[in-house]
């Protein structure tokens, strides 16, 4: 298989593909409920589901590229206070974390999604079975499970370099060693 057929194959690629489909599903269902209300005073049947189900599509199906890009919020508040290894071990910890979170949320999904799909669950206004949703968010959850566990492997993978670079004091938090200008 040649590497641009692998790059098309991408999960997160293609989670993040869906959930741009699904915010533009979301921006035309809304500019034509609109439209119609404005112009037949008839909104249609369903916007409120649509929204509400393309809004989770949008937030979790990106969740995967947001963190093999590395965009998550972060506050670098030590970054600059603490030397390199340590900055390295708290990078770790961090993606240690996020690891842990991710599959906490993985699998308390798992009862919610299986009721869903025993019980049928619709949302009220449109047809659109509650599972498949749980689901989406399952493979997303997944999906980012195995990309912030690449990415701890390659700050474990760093760390030995960050202890080369140890050996310097951490620069200060002001260009001047904090001197009055």
């Known amino acids: 298989m040649s590497p641009g ?4 194959l991408d999960p997160v690629r293609l989670l993040t593909i869906a959930g741009a489909l699904a915010l533009a599903v979301m921006v035309l269902w809304t500019m034509v409920d609109i439209g119609a209300r404005l112009a ?4 249609l049947h369903g916007t409120l589901d649509l929204v509400e189900v393309t ?3 949008v937030a ?3 969740l995967p590229e947001c963190f093999r890009r590395d965009e998550q919020i972060k506050v670098d508040l030590f970054d600059t206070m603490v030397r390199p290894r340590t900055l390295a071990a708290m990078r770790l910890a961090g993606e240690v974390a996020t690891l842990g979170f991710l599959a906490l949320l993985a699998v308390t999904l798992l009862q919610p999604l299986t009721d869903a799909y025993r019980f049928g669950d619709q949302k009220p206004d449109l047809p659109v079975p509650i599972f ?3 689901l989406a968010i399952e493979l997303a959850l997944v999906v980012s499970v195995f990309v912030v566990l690449g ?3 390659g700050q474990v993978r760093a760390l030995p370099r960050a202890a080369d670079a140890a050996v310097s004091p951490p ?3 002001h260009g001047n060693n904090g001197a009055a200008s």
């Open 171 to 173: 620069p200060a938090l």
């Open 5 to 8: 057929k692998l790059r098309r």
């Open 151 to 153: 990415r701890a492997i």
């Open 60 to 62: 979790f199906l990106a």
């Open 40 to 43: 037949f005073n008839k909104p």
């Open 132 to 134: 498949l949703l749980l």
């Open 55 to 57: 809004l989770v599509l």
